[in-house]
């Protein structure tokens, strides 16, 4: 899966499926995680955000799983559609001595095939 | 209710011109970022302003100025263009420094010859 500094570059599904978009962080003190969509194009979108807290969270077609135990972090998007072809990536908030940084992964392009 | 708006969307510079990508949010957001986008590379950070009269150094602001107008308003500036440069360039805003989603613009590609 995407990891915050590796690159998984692909996912095809068919229209229908669900799809899983997976992300590993690094930093076991990151409390709070976010999803964006990035169409060609365009800035990225927020999804769905999860903090540290929680282990799911679910939005409109979206569900995101924390597991912090493996540091593991995943998008579910239920009956994937066309317009959800897309880079998907993950961001992970990092505390240091500075302030807060967003720390971004290469994200996954998810190909919805029709 | 435009969002992030970025100026200007495309930009060809030669080596060594100068210029500067403007940014505007109208959500009353303290914080604002400059981000740039790389082949295989996450987004990374430039440089930020926690609030209205305050910038700060992020992970790659080698090459880069910026300067926050008000409370609306962040500027990028590329003093001497480089090649290295060249990457799509994406402001964001959010409410505040502590742990708050982004919003983003739709962003700049810049080409340095």
């Known amino acids: ?114 | 209710n435009a969002g992030v708006t970025q100026t200007p969307k495309f930009q060809v510079l030669k080596t060594g011109q100068s210029m500067t990508l403007q940014c505007a949010q109208d959500m009353n957001h303290n914080s604002m970022y400059w981000y740039r986008q790389d082949p295989g590379m996450g987004l990374r950070l430039i440089y930020y302003s926690a609030s209205e009269g305050t910038t700060d150094k992020g992970e790659v602001p080698n090459g880069y100025n910026v300067s926050r107008l008000n409370k609306r308003e962040f500027s990028l500036r590329l003093e001497s263009a480089a090649p290295s440069q060249t990457s799509v360039y994406f402001c964001a805003s959010s409410v505040d420094r502590t742990n708050e989603k982004l919003f983003f613009g739709s962003g700049t590609q810049l080409s340095v010859l």
Request: a neutral charge; hydrophobic letters at 30%.
């Open chain 1, 1 to 114: 899966g995407e990891s915050v500094g590796l690159h998984l570059p692909t996912l095809s599904v068919q229209e229908g499926d669900n799809s899983i978009i997976n992300c590993a962080y690094s930093n076991s003190a990151s409390d709070y995680f976010i999803w964006y969509k990035q169409e060609s194009g365009k800035g990225p979108q927020f999804i769905i955000d999860i903090r540290s807290n929680m282990d799911k969270r679910q939005g409109q077609r979206v569900t995101v799983l924390l597991n912090k135990t493996v540091k593991h972090l995943s998008l579910q998007i239920a009956a994937t559609q066309p317009g959800d072809s897309a880079v998907y990536f993950c961001a992970e908030n990092r505390h240091s001595n500075t302030g807060n940084q967003f720390y971004f992964g290469t994200g996954t392009s998810l190909t919805v095939i029709p």
